[in-house]
């Protein structure tokens, strides 16, 4: 791989980075809080990579839940990445499978969000998007386990800590405001989201929000570009 | 380290993998056709406003739009601006969680 090739790909990966490192160290004082050891949240950090998985781990434990719903709420908070794999996945063609398998497993949100909008513009490669990737979970290692030996050494109020990662998830979603239709979806996907999991009470709610409100602004788009043809005839 | 924590994590790896890789592995051979990106393309923006509303708009598991009893709602505001005006990432965080510490120790 050339230079500037991870040059450019870590220059892509810096602010996520710094923000993985304010969002990590708050990640692993959570964690710590919640039981694990450091070697356990290093571990977890590197196997798992999960930002908003890793806090809700967290706070499951904190609660005292059992493994195995743990494991099955992470499941579904996860789904989410089906689709962010799929819409992404045009841009990783004929690549090998050991690449794929790397860019898979260190695809999180916000590498995502950053790779996604740079494709959508001019020259980003898949290399690139890939040490973008592996600049940030290098990130997000190295700062859970900063946030868990902070931790073990202080106390320090984990509801702040936690609200990191919503700040995040807003600017992202800011990101994405790229037409009307795509606003708009938006905000029925805020208000579908609230209303099922005012009903469902589970997190399953989420998913049906997400494919409903993009369904919306498909049709919007759609049908906003049907008359625009219309009026040139 | 204990057995549960282990468990817990290789369970969790596993769930977290699967959804990432396989679309990326399947999808990546074929062609897509153009409306279906184009759906797609509606996907990131109606997860994370599902992932924010999801949190920001409940207070101790219940809805909740006041904002002195649920202290996420004036910051997130704030956010919102800070974001739209600077599309800053880390600006977005340290306003959040600035915002939310403020709050937190005057109310």
Known sequence: MKNDTVLSGMRAGLPIMASYLALGIACGIVLYDAGFSVLAIFLMSALVYAGAAQFLAGSMVAFGAAVPSII??????????????????????????????????????????????????DDWTANEALITNL????????????????????????????????????????????SKAHIIAGIVSVVLSVLFTVVLKHNIALVIATVLASFVGYYLEKRSAEEGVKAND | MTSDALILITGMAVVTFIPRFFPLLLLSKK????????????????????????????????????????????????????????KSLLWSMITGVLAMALLYIFL
């Open chain 1, 135 to 178: 600049f940030n979970y290098s990130a997000w290692s190295l700062s859970t386990v900063l946030g868990g030996i902070i931790g073990s050494q202080f106390t320090i109020n984990t509801l702040i800590m936690n609200y990191a990662l919503i700040a995040m998830f807003i600017c992202m979603m800011v990101m994405q405001f790229v």
């Open chain 2, 31 to 86: 062609e897509i056709s153009p409306s279906f990106s184009r759906w797609m393309s509606f996907i990131p923006v109606s997860i994370f406003a599902a992932l924010v509303a999801s949190d920001v708009f409940f207070w101790e598991g219940s809805f909740s739009l006041q904002p002195i009893q649920n202290i996420k709602l004036i910051p997130s505001v704030l956010v919102l601006f800070v974001a739209y005006k600077t």
């Open chain 1, 72 to 121: 099955l709420m992470v499941f579904f908070l996860n789904l989410r990445h089906i689709l962010m794999s799929a819409s992404i996945s045009k841009y990783v063609k004929n690549k090998p499978m050991s690449f794929l398998g790397l860019f898979g497993h260190t695809l999180s949100d916000e590498s995502f969000g950053i790779n996604y909008s740079r494709f959508q513009g």
